[in-house]
């Protein structure tokens, strides 16, 4: 994935609102608009760049539902939302089949009779914890423009400019929206055709707690 370091977008942000540098409060400012752009943008759509394939154990639960064959999604290090589920690796053999599946109080549970061990979750990474930081990793490039919008709209909201802020938020929106068309536009254009397997009674009782 292209990448643009922190310290691009932050020249590029106060090269906009016409400073030579920020101040210490700024560029706090800055950062926690920056960590918030990026995380509602993160989710906005499957992007592609964000796609990860893992392979996941699968496994009998008894709390907090009981299921013959589930996997503890929530809190997962490399998964946040799942897009599909598959029995092989989807992106490396081309008999995977994909996988009828419910997410259940943070499971993913297979029906009942389902004979796998272990499935291969296609989904997106997880959001890094911050960015600005040192050791924090870089920015995803196709989300750059945005950022840079958003971040300056919110300053000029915070500095009580509210109709450059106004105007500013409806450029980062459009832009954003140009990225969901692009995405949807490749997904038309490389559509993979996969095997899929019948459906199957998925068998699971919630526990009740008191």
């Known amino acids: 994935m292209r990448t643009v370091t922190y310290t691009e977008l932050k020249n590029r942000f106060t090269s906009a609102i016409g400073v030579d540098t920020l101040l210490t409060v700024e560029e706090t400012a800055f950062k926690n608009s920056l ?5 509602g943008a993160w989710t ?3 992007w592609p760049e964000l796609m990860t394939v893992v392979e996941k154990s699968v496994a009998a639960v008894t709390s907090p539902i009981v299921a013959d064959k589930a996997v503890q999604i929530d809190n997962d290090a490399n998964l946040m939302d799942v897009f599909s589920v598959f029995d092989k690796n989807p992106l490396s053999d081309r008999t995977a089949f994909k996988l009828d599946y419910n997410l259940i109080n943070g499971y993913l549970v ?10 291969f979750v296609m989904g997106n990474q997880v959001t890094p914890s911050s960015y600005g930081e040192s050791g924090d990793p870089d920015l995803p490039r196709f989300l750059e423009r945005y950022l840079l ?18 105007q500013q938020e409806a450029l980062a929106e459009e832009t954003l929206a140009l990225e969901i ?5 490749l997904e038309g254009m490389n559509k993979i055709s996969v095997n899929t397997y019948p459906s199957y009674s998925f068998g699971v009782n919630i526990l009740q707690t008191t």
């Open 149 to 166: 919008l958003a971040t300056i709209a919110d300053f000029y909201k915070s500095d009580g400019q509210l109709e450059k802020s106004i």
């Open 181 to 185: 068309d692009r995405v949807e536009r």
């Open 35 to 39: 960590n918030d752009r990026v995380k």
């Open 110 to 119: 297979l029906p009942a009779n389902s004979s796998q061990n272990s499935v």
């Open 44 to 46: 906005r759509s499957q």
